[in-house]
């Protein structure tokens, strides 16, 4: 009986498309108040009054808030994810005095309905003195500091040097220099951020539905802004509409909801919808770099030398994990002897940067690929050849790069890069037309490919908590919550087979406090290999307990006890057998409750690599880039349901076309005010816009846990927006168009045509 | 005011403020939580109903404009606990992930069964298009739709 490695279709489904789930907006508790929240209109500004009557007096309004009305909970969030090198600058939950981007909180109304409440929002009079907007993070650096008592706007500096750093590119052969630049990308979960809070003031326990990728840390969170006791706060995620990052920490909204459920003693909820999405929800990517290598003339890299911003916005919710992590991801799959990446991290008057899918390992790909291609043409050198050349080989492999990250050298573990590339440089017929000009009518086809690394897991722990219910079925209870993931059946699969029982007689619960008393979360692509290693280990412990109480039932001893299929039985006496459900009926009577708890801790982060081909054409009359075949390859560790990984692999990979060619929201450089926040014009990647994927996968087990899992979740996001800019450059030869600027849009390519290109080769 | 209109085969009378959305009743007064509000204005198609067998979308209509007609929601897509063919068909291709779109998809899905044209799947595609997803790449759900719309195709011609 091996669950792991098949293609089961979902529990989770059936449910969902019955219209059955139950997300936070479609959880209304008999005599729920409505919330809604005023909004700064401006990026930066002083409020110099704030005046609630009018909004107070409209029939229906139950309470309208300024700062001054909440004070209990008017200090600032504790940093997230605390970092030496940051200076973390937390927001209160409504802004005071001062407001720091457009969307910024400044204060609440709370009525029968949303109706109601939206509409006593727009009766809030806010008066603002503008004040100059900070929207470069270049010019920012030195700007006037943006927070109250900041001596600048500088956050936080990251420095990472490997062997001799910048100064190895005096021993290239050949430097070449490039500018990039990702785009500011909405993470837009279909289901916008909301929260549900109950107080119950006899038992005085608040009970929160809230859509977060961790209840557990929710749940302290809460704890901290309203000086209430992590074990009076239950938490639920409940179905949640995606999550993508986005909502691993606690916003302002959560806290001002909890706190006047307590206060009013209703039930209060919030719903965001698309538009505070857009100017309340994290935001991510947004960095500029200036990167340079040093190669030799065969190709071999001699030094990979990075120099960016992080334009952070605000505040710095989760701290620097972005920036951080968009360094370290730099070199990725490639022998990179000489290493130097300095980040600046610098607040804007902008929405807040925190995760969103990838986290900076986009960035970093993002940055080495297009190196390797520039580098390439610069040598007069085939795109993939270079590529051939640094990639680390097998006996390289495991190979330490240098750079400590997640707690732990990063150690590469063995893989065969080269055969992985290969796959996709071959299926999309990459040798056959690469020193070939493609026409079809007015379109140009060109090919690019773009390997990556993906680094998953590797931080904190995770817990399985393992349950015998009452009719013989294994409940397991997890602190990581699903946001659409499929845990449910995948730890599922893994819980059957390390128990030997039949997948339906396995429960999973998952993104509730009151089920497992610690854990961390979902983000990271960490739940198989943490929730995942955390449910084998408990499964070896829940199995010794069960067999213990049946050899006090059984008078024997637990080594003369078998376990098969769900039946505990006496060797060799196949008559002295009791079923899980029997079992469970006797842990009923005696009054004990049947139970195992077992929680994984990390050693480090897996990797896995991987590669994407993509054949774009590109029309030369209205520059429109249309994606006609895209190819992957990557490594799973071993993969415990291949339907899931494909479905997180094309989905991210959507995510990354969409970063690529479409998604940025434009935010004015004089006023800061975003310019395209909602769905008519921030474009999101739709059916008729993507192509059918072509996935071929690759198990190499990780080391760093015992099932050698690998998280799958971040992979797909990392490579495309560097295969299409290739390919968009390899379609556009004759243009020189050079696409180092995200998203690469028709637009763009035609100013890029009409200038003449870029000539320039760069190097220096 | 006082509407009367059917919703998934049962006759309904709810009464309305004339400024409140379908979605909004559909959601709020009758408890049919199963259709989403993505965005509000009509371009993520998560509210996605039929109305006499029409998609349309519940945040840009009225709850009045209703009165008379036939609305069907995800939750009257399954005909006495058996699930249609696109529902099955979203299962097994793993055409959702976090779920909260796939109602909008499933109606929009429907409606490309019952008008029982044998499409490809560029047509699937074009479509589809007036919903998005963000979780699944849509992949799999071209997959489902194509499985569901053209199995149903098949089986009609074999009929005639």
Known sequence: MAYIGQRMTRVEDERLVTGQGQYVSDITPSGTLHLAVVRSLHAHARITHLDLSSAQCLDGVIGVYGPDDVLPIMKPFPPGMVDARLQARMPTPLATGRVHYVGEPVAVVVALSRYIAEDAVRLVEVNYEPLPAVTDPVAGEYADPIHDGADSNLAAEIAYRVGAGADALKDADLVVQTSLRLGRVVGHPMEPRGIVAIYDSEQQNLSVYAGTQGVHGFRKSLADMLGLSESRIRVVAPDTGGGFGLKTRIYPEDVLAAYLAMRLNRPVKWQGDRYEEFISTNQERDQWHRAKIGVKRDGRIVAVVDEYYQDQGAYTPSGIIVADTTAVSIMGPYRVPNFEAVGKVVVTNKVPVGPYRGAGRPQGTFVMERLMDHAADALGMDRVQIRRINLLTPDQLPYQNGISSRGALMTLPYGEYQKTMEQVVDAIQYEQYRDTVRCEGDWRLGIGIANYLEMSGGVGFEGAKMRLLSDGRVQIATGASGQGQGHRTAIGQVAADRLGLPFEQIVVVEGDTAAIERGIGTFGSRTMIMAGNATTQAAKGFRQRLLAFAADLFEASPEDLMWQHGTISVSGVPARALSLAQIAEEALTRQQELEYEAYFDASGPAFGMGTHGVEVAVNTKTWEVKIRQYRICHDGGVIVNPLLVEGQTIGGTVQGLGTALFEALIIDPDSGQPQNASFLDYLLPGAGEMPDFMITEVEYPDPTNPEGFKGVAEGGVMPPMAAVCAAIEDALKEWHVRADVLPITPNDIFLQVTRGGAHETRSI | ?160
Not at chain 2, 70 to 90: C, H, M, P, S, Y
Not at chain 2, 138 to 151: L, P
Request: glycine residues 10%; hydrophobic residues 40%.
């Open chain 2, 1 to 160: 005011m006082e509407i009367t209109c059917e919703v998934n085969g049962q006759p309904v009378t709810v009464e309305v403020e004339p400024h409140w959305l379908l979605a909004d009743v559909l959601r709020n007064q009758l408890g049919l939580t199963g259709l989403h509000l993505g965005c509000e204005y009509g371009v993520c198609g998560a509210c996605t109903v039929l109305m006499d067998g029409e998609p349309v979308r519940s945040c840009l209509s009225f709850a009045s404009q209703v009165a008379g007609h036939q609305i069907t929601t995800v939750e009257g897509l399954a005909v006495d606990g058996k699930l249609n063919r696109v529902q099955t068909a979203f299962i097994n291709h793993h055409a959702l992930q976090c779920g909260f779109c796939t109602p909008g998809f499933l109606v929009t899905g429907t409606y490309l069964l019952q008008q029982g044209k044998l499409l490809n799947r560029e047509e699937i595609r074009e479509a589809l298009s007036g919903n998005l997803c963000r979780c699944t790449g849509y992949q799999q759900i071209v997959d489902a739709v194509e499985e569901a719309v053209n199995q149903q195709s098949a089986n009609a011609v074999e009929c005639e």
